[in-house]
């Protein structure tokens, strides 16, 4: 006796519909991603930073800082923040295209990720004359975060 | 030292690990001597909250003795007794001038992994991810404190450990809950939740002026605690009534002029929806079960106002926008800005107003927090608060 095959096939089709519709989606949303986008002006990177101090020391501290050695690569604006909160640093990065920039920002190694950590560490020089570090962040990589073993002896 | 350390999902061991050190001269370090299992940390013991390292060191809710301070340190001596605020704050930023301590701009040294989820990072705080900067916490013998001069608060010696503990984390954060409610006399406040948090926020609403609050709940012993000691004028029982409907009667019609959300991402609940919401954070299609949160919206009276201080990790799902805005809710939320209530809470304790340790019911060695963590998370022995001391 034949089996009745109608709903199984119909069910079979809607799942292949359903999957070829995630797939064609999913390339999509990747292709999008991958895609280095650009800024009006053609800057692939831009990153800014508000600093709570005037704008003259903000400049004087910049030409003294890491940022400043970047000159070729990297356009920066500095100007007066509204409501008085200091100055604003606006950093682009004459860089129009990076590869894999999904997976890169995955594991937080984007240009513009790195920019962005340039930027915080010169602001909380500017605002609190140190960097924050943790127990986990003063090594490279990921690393539990307790303290290290180089101070290993123990208190009394 | 010992210390109280993750290893993933439901395992935390005591460990010896080695001693904090000054890493830079704005710390201090702090031997501490008495620490708190939070209801949030259950949620890194769950699982839920990404970017956790084995060996992590847990804890966010501790004080102790000041036993060495950084070379820049001015407001703190050798001996001081403080309490230390779980989110790092340096004092100078945007964000901390503007008395958003839990927002500071630069205390999170992974603010890149925060920016990824959430699109802006808010302050590093102890022992509670690395997305939230890999600090290690405070379940230990001694934690390294940054920023020293901006976070601690000296207590009077007069003062037990348990009547000022809780000034770290959960006392501010429920008072902050009903702060946000921006309370007047007469007003009707619904907490959802009564663990201490919920407690907090209930005896804080009354503090500030509500007239009627009604604790939610599903444990007789919460409920319990909340009407006896937070002081909660009713209480509802939401596996035993609907509790919108008991809202609703509870107040002419109308519905609650605040909903306070002190539950977070895994709210339990029943029926369809709970099934729904278990089956998708499960599946990893929703990151938290807000159901409380959507009963609280749904529950508010027109105009009213939404306070969101249970902890939310990612993504939700099924969230009443359309009730939100059609029917002109105010939703606030936000991690505690402890540093903005210290001084105001520690008054109202030594003024006598509240006694904060009415929640404690577990009492533990450090060694022992492995099973203070099992007890809380199954509520066992009618389990409201640990305490640890590592003696």
Known sequence: MARKRFPSTLAKRIGWVALAGVVVGSAVVLATRLRARSTKDGHAITRAVTIGRALEEVRVALTESPLGDLDDHLAIELRAAPGGRGTEMIAKLDQRTVALPALRTLVGKHPAQELGRMLARFKQQLETGGEARSDASIHAGMHAARPTHHGEETRT | ?391
């Not at chain 2, 958003?100 to 040294?109: I, M």
């Not at chain 2, 009547?163 to 770290?168: K, N």
């Not at chain 2, 008991?246 to 107040?251: G, I, N, P």
């Open chain 2, 1 to 391: 030292m010992k210390a109280v350390c993750w290893n993933g999902k439901k395992k935390v061991q005591v460990e010896q690990v080695p001693d904090p050190q000054i890493l830079d001269p704005r710390d201090a370090i702090v031997r501490v001597t008495s620490t708190a299992i939070c209801g949030s940390d259950l949620h890194l013991y769950n699982g839920l909250i990404p970017t956790m390292e084995k060996g992590d060191i847990l804890g966010h809710e501790f004080m102790g003795e000041v036993v060495e301070v950084g070379a820049a340190v001015q407001k703190l001596a050798i001996g001081d007794r403080v309490v230390v605020p779980f989110p790092i704050a340096c004092g100078a930023c945007g964000a901390c001038k503007a008395e958003l301590f839990s927002l500071c701009e630069n205390t999170n040294p992974n603010a890149w992994i925060a920016e990824a989820m959430w699109g802006h990072s808010p302050a590093g705080l102890f022992g509670y991810s690395h997305a939230l900067g890999g600090y290690a916490g405070g379940q230990a013998e001694y934690v390294r404190v940054p920023f020293a001069d901006v976070g601690p608060i000296v207590v009077p010696s007069g003062l037990r450990d348990e009547q000022v503990l809780f000034l770290s984390d959960i006392f501010p954060t429920g008072y902050m809950g009903a702060a946000m409610c921006s309370i007047s006399r007469g007003d009707v406040v619904a907490v959802w939740g009564c663990g201490p948090v919920g407690q907090f926020a209930i005896a804080s609403a009354l503090m500030l002026g509500a007239e009627r609050v009604i604790a939610i709940d599903r444990f007789d012993y919460r409920l319990e605690m909340a009407r006896t000691h937070a002081g909660a004028t009713d209480i509802i029982d939401y596996e035993k009534v609907d509790v919108k409907e008991a809202l609703l009667e509870l107040t002419g019609g109308r519905g609650p002029d605040a909903c306070i959300d002190a539950v977070g991402m895994e709210a339990h609940g029943h029926g369809l929806v709970y099934a729904y919401d278990r089956l998708k954070q499960g599946l990893m299609l929703e990151s938290d079960r807000p159901l409380a949160l959507r009963q609280a919206i749904l529950s508010c009276k027109n105009g009213g106002t939404v306070s969101v201080i249970g902890v939310y990790g990612g993504f939700i799902d099924k969230f009443p926008m359309g009730s939100l805005m059609n029917r002109g809710l105010t939703l606030r939320a936000g991690q505690c800005h402890v540093h903005k209530y210290l001084r105001p809470l520690l008054a109202r304790i030594e003024r006598g107003e509240i006694d904060p340790s009415f929640v404690v019911t577990h009492r533990l060695s450090l060694d022992d927090a492995a099973d203070g963590y099992d007890t809380f998370l199954h509520k066992q022995d009618e389990c409201m608060k640990v305490v640890m001391t590592a003696a």
